[in-house]
T-cell receptor, first 114, second 117 residues
């Protein structure tokens, strides 16, 4: 059974600071990793995808992947109150190619304090 | 781009009735769509994978005779909850694969909140 682990939080970060969210996964053959943001009562919204070891930056967001450690992280720079949400780490179930669905972590609840 | 819609956004029904939920990819063709379920304060759980023109693949523990999935076209998949019971009350969310930004990226619909009385 594939597992994706996240600290449920809440993680409280002052406005303007860097929020750091972490995720570990159990299946060593996983190749595709995603971060989604979910506001209360809404469906997930894609923030980043990452496939290769290292960092990937998109605006205020940076995803980091370390396949040897089976670890994925998301950094949010210059955190804003609107970033307050639950952040879901997700991994493709199969070896890639899109045929398989996602396994989600339970999510980290992030609170940005004004 | 990569917009997915769902209808209805919420539905309340009596126990024993059937409910159909539609999932549409509005600006791209989706050969594969996925159905997830989310109970309060829990994460999303994959229910089934739907491929256009073929039978859906269900995850372990999901009753295929209760949750009927039809993927009749490249832009439409439907989930029918048959003989719904209160324990089926949940947030049902579909996703569609495609639309650029990586072939295996999934884009989610807004979800359907089902309440069974």
């Amino acid at each position: 059974q594939k597992e994706v682990e996240q600290n449920s939080g809440p993680l409280s970060v002052p406005e303007g600071a860097i929020a750091s969210l972490n995720c570990t996964y159990s299946d060593r053959v996983s190749q595709s990793f995603f971060w989604y943001r979910q506001y209360s009562g809404k469906s997930p919204e894609l923030i980043m995808s990452i496939y290769s070891n290292g960092d990937k930056e998109d605006g205020r967001f940076t995803a980091q992947l370390n396949k040897a450690s089976q670890y994925v992280s998301l950094l949010i720079r210059d955190s804003q109150p609107s970033d307050s949400a639950t952040y879901l780490c997700a991994v493709i179930n199969g070896g890639g190619g899109g045929a398989d669905g996602l396994t989600f972590g339970k999510g980290t609840h992030l609170i940005i304090q004004p | 781009g990569a917009v997915v819609s769902q209808h209805p956004s919420w539905v309340i029904c009596k126990s024993g009735t059937s409910v159909k939920i539609e999932c549409r990819s509005l600006d791209f063709q989706a050969t594969t769509m996925f159905w997830y379920r989310q109970f309060p304060k829990q994460s999303l759980m994959l229910m089934a994978t739907s491929n256009e023109g073929s039978k859906a693949t269900y995850e372990q523990g999901v009753e295929k005779d209760k949750f009927l999935i039809n993927h009749a076209s490249l832009t439409l998949s439907t989930l029918t909850v048959t003989s719904a019971h209160p324990e089926d009350s949940s947030f049902y969310i579909c996703s569609a694969r495609g639309g650029g930004r990586g072939a295996d990226t999934q884009y989610f619909g807004p979800g359907t909140r089902l309440t069974v009385l």
